[in-house]
């Protein structure tokens, strides 16, 4: 028997919930076959969760129809659509619960009739409580984020941040909050083990990507949440990876550390992405210049640290590069 849930014709402001198990499963989707998920996602929340007469313990296959122009971009098209659910029809999830790992496909097949606008999928029974969230714990995220962003590491990024966005475990900056991976691990969750083999095309393919994207879309006052990271190492290679979440809902921001180097290095990467450094190459050097004065009057670096940090908590709409500038022209450069 099957389930049938109404068209989801418009997107409008959702908040989804998945078991935390699904977050953190080891998959590897593209960007049309995600939000494709996200859509069932939230037709399923919306029946099972929303609503108080859904079955949230036994669970047949459920039907989901899907606006084509929810999952069309501007430079795609529906054969590409095709392409992708053809895909996530044979593709597998794999999660561990209650000491167990379970594979399953995320949907069974799908049908679209000639010259509708409507797909029909069908989402196989094994997935439903996962996407119901019956663990204990869930990730909550905003559906109208989800669907925009536009790349596939980006999605998986907002989830992970949404899950540990009020996690203050983090010893040393308990106003963000934080999670960590190995770099293996990490891999091995977005099975990127023979991809990005080198840590340096991870870093810029899979990272700086991400984080570059949430955090113009949070700046831009289009998404809630944006991350920072902090590569750590062992020996001479990088093994883990410290992640920070900035929250637009918490308002939590860097507001201290106690170890100069983290200062330093978020004073970098502050400066670097506010004045464009990597596309303007006199600004990467009055950075540096800026850095190396401050490691040689290392009473200078928190002090640059948390005027940068109150700036960045106490006027979210300032034009961050000038007002930087300011500061360091007038408070930091004139220290000899």
């Given at each position: 028997m099957l389930i049938t849930i109404p068209v989801l014709r418009n997107i409008k402001e959702v908040t989804l919930a998945q078991a935390n198990a699904l977050t953190q499963a080891r998959y590897d989707?593209?960007?049309?076959?995600?939000?494709?998920?996200?859509?069932?996602?939230?037709?399923?929340?919306?029946?099972f969760i929303d609503r108080t007469d859904g079955q949230r313990t036994l669970f047949n296959d459920l039907v989901v129809y899907i606006s084509t122009s929810n999952l069309t971009g501007a430079n795609m098209k529906l054969s590409e659509v095709y392409s992708s659910l053809r895909l996530l029809c044979e593709k597998k999830i794999w999660l561990m619960q209650?000491?167990?790992?379970?594979?399953f496909t995320f949907i069974a097949f799908f049908d679209h009739k000639q010259r509708g606008t409507l797909l029909e999928v069908v989402v196989s029974a094994k997935v439903l409580p996962f996407l119901v969230a019956l663990a204990s714990h869930f990730t909550t995220y905003s559906l109208t984020v989800a669907v925009t962003l536009n790349a596939k590491y980006s999605q998986r990024f907002y989830e992970f941040c949404s899950q540990y966005e009020n996690n203050d475990s983090d010893p040393e900056n308990s106003n963000s909050g934080y999670f960590f991976f190995t770099v293996t691990d990490l891999r091995?969750?977005?099975m990127i083990e023979d991809k990005y083999p080198k840590y340096g095309l991870m870093k810029k393919y899979v990272l700086d990507t991400a984080q570059r994207e949430l955090k113009t879309m949070f700046d831009a006052g289009?998404?809630?949440?944006?991350?920072?990271?902090?590569?750590?190492?062992?020996?001479?290679?990088?093994?883990?990876?410290?992640?920070?979440?900035y929250s637009r809902n918490t308002k939590k921001h860097v507001v201290g550390s106690h170890n100069l180097m983290d200062q330093t290095y978020y004073i970098r990467l502050w400066l670097e992405g506010w004045l464009s450094a990597k596309t303007r190459p006199k600004n990467k050097e009055w950075v540096n210049m800026v850095?190396?004065?401050?490691?040689?009057?290392p009473t200078l670096i928190t002090k640059l640290y948390l005027r940068l940090a109150k700036m960045k908590t106490e006027d979210l709409q300032a034009n961050y590069a000038a007002l930087a500038r300011h500061i360091i022209e007038k408070d930091i450069l004139t220290v000899k």
């Open positions: 989707f593209t960007l049309v076959e995600k939000r494709a998920l996200y859509f069932v996602i939230s037709e399923v929340r919306r029946r209650d000491g167990a790992e379970i594979d091995r969750k977005l289009q998404c809630n949440l944006y991350f920072e990271y902090r590569e750590e190492k062992a020996g001479k290679r990088i093994n883990r990876l410290h992640f920070f979440v850095i190396s004065h401050i490691n040689l009057r």
